[in-house]
């Protein structure tokens, strides 16, 4: 499952910018001894993790441990208390918030990411992404008329514009999806971790991926 | 098309969808005018001298209420998070911001300034220099209300803490703008009109930094 891993070193020029960290192989995302601070409160200290390509890790805990702030942590939003981060591989973010703005459609929104980053964001493009989350019915509406599920399943569609070696950091992918696109969704992940992806995810509910997850459980820290 | 120019687009489309709330900008400047002759009462007399320094503290006045939507939706919504995993430097991002809403809320205000300015037996020689310092003087305001916004970001109340915190910094531009729009000698380039430059200057090589600070970091809807 982690065979590939120089196959990732320094790779994908053409996504330079999605690319954090860029240096030492091997490829994939470090976390070393990493103290996590949420509303000036200690939620986790010294944690580690490490990830190659084609590996998934699930991130459990109860309410308040500090999942989606390690999300946030990684993908460089927060600053982390204490410990290194380290990732060679470009990074996706969908956090709690879809990163759709509510005016325009979810067309737009795709194809203005798609551009912001350098991907490929022709129609034939943004559709066959829309398709993936079985989105593109309601891709031409203003996202303000969308549903929570919906808004959702553009948001991922996001995921399939990126490159396959990115490492995908989803916070509950899963809330407000219905049993077919939840189905999807678990498609989406199974194939990118084929591609020589990677995925950590804060999830409630079960994903029901085939590649066997590894789980890192965020303990309360009393 | 650069990543900036993606982003100009975006806000373009962004504040034509929400020109509503520009249009309440134009409302209040035209609204805080049109209450000045009703107070000091219509004679030519008293109206002329303050016809300068009302419009230019309608225009201060009315743009504040403009600068707290500037990022609130782009944080609530994530898209601030995107804009941070990609090429797009935030310095950029929020120049991008700056100008469409300086476009989409200042110019409108400057296209009614000659009808404002008429209302209130402005010495009509004089337009030509108060347009073009209300022109730099808002551009400053603009930039200073990003910092103001990105500092208020999240913050309760932001609204009001934002005019506490911009208002005073927009005092050099009050006074060299109010001072450039009625150069006594009829030159349009004034050393105050200068100076007002400077101040754009200085706040457009540092606002961006600035508020791409503020917005390096911070949270979106429920990000916890």
Not at chain 1, 140 to 151: A, F, I
Not at chain 1, 154 to 161: D, G, M, N, Y
Not at chain 2, 127 to 140: D, Q
């Amino acid at each position: 499952m982690s065979a590939t891993q120089p196959d990732n070193a320094n790779k994908s020029p053409a996504h330079d910018s999605l690319v954090r960290d860029a240096g030492a192989p091997p490829a994939g995302l470090r976390v070393d001894g990493v103290a996590l601070v949420r509303g000036g409160r200690l939620v986790q200290n010294a944690l580690s993790l490490a990830m190659v390509a084609g590996e998934v890790t699930l991130l459990r805990g109860p309410n308040g441990s500090g999942k989606s702030t390690l999300l946030r942590t990684i993908a460089g939003r927060l600053p982390a208390a204490a410990g290194t981060i380290e990732c060679d591989v470009p990074v996706l973010y969908i956090g709690h918030a879809d990163g759709l703005s509510p005016a325009l459609t979810g067309r737009q929104n795709l194809a203005d990411w798609a551009m912001l980053n350098g991907l490929a964001n022709d129609d034939v493009a943004i559709d066959a992404a829309l398709d993936r989350m079985q989105a593109r019915a309601f891709a031409d509406l203003p996202v303000r008329r969308l549903s929570h599920g919906q808004r959702r399943r553009v948001a991922l569609a996001r995921l399939t514009l990126g490159p396959s070696s990115a490492l995908w950091l989803l916070d509950e992918p899963n809330s407000g999806l219905d049993a077919a696109s939840s189905i999807a969704l678990d498609d989406l992940i199974s194939d990118h971790l084929k591609g020589g992806g990677m995925v950590l995810a804060a999830t409630h509910l079960p994903l029901g991926i085939t590649h066997s997850p590894r789980t890192l459980v965020l303990e309360d820290m009393a | 098309m650069s990543p900036f120019e993606v982003q100009l687009r975006r806000d373009l489309r962004l504040g034509w969808a929400g020109r509503g709330d520009m249009a309440v900008m134009l409302g209040f400047f035209l609204i805080i005018l049109t209450l000045v002759p009703l107070a000091v009462g219509p004679d030519a007399a008293f109206l002329q001298p303050i016809a300068v320094p009302m419009i230019w503290i309608a225009a201060m006045l009315s743009s504040l209420a403009g600068f707290t939507r500037i990022f609130s939706e782009d944080v609530r919504c994530g898209w601030v998070d995107q804009v941070a995993l990609s090429p797009l430097p935030l310095p950029l991002y929020v120049i991008a911001k700056a100008a469409t809403h300086w476009v989409i809320g200042a110019v409108p205000m400057l296209l009614a300034t000659p009808l404002m300015a008429l209302m209130l037996y402005m010495d009509t020689s004089h337009l030509p220099a108060l347009l073009l310092a209300l022109v730099l003087g808002t551009a400053a305001l603009t930039l200073l209300g990003v910092i103001g916004a990105a500092l208020t970001e999240g913050a309760r109340g932001g609204g009001g803490l934002m005019a506490v915190l911009v208002l005073p910094l927009a005092m050099p531009a009050l006074i060299f703008g109010a001072l450039a729009s009625a150069p006594a000698d009829g030159g349009i380039v004034t050393p105050h009109l200068m100076l007002l430059g400077a101040v754009l200057a200085v706040l457009l090589a540092v606002a961006p930094f600035i508020a791409a600070a503020a917005l390096s970091e911070t949270e979106s809807e429920s990000g916890a």
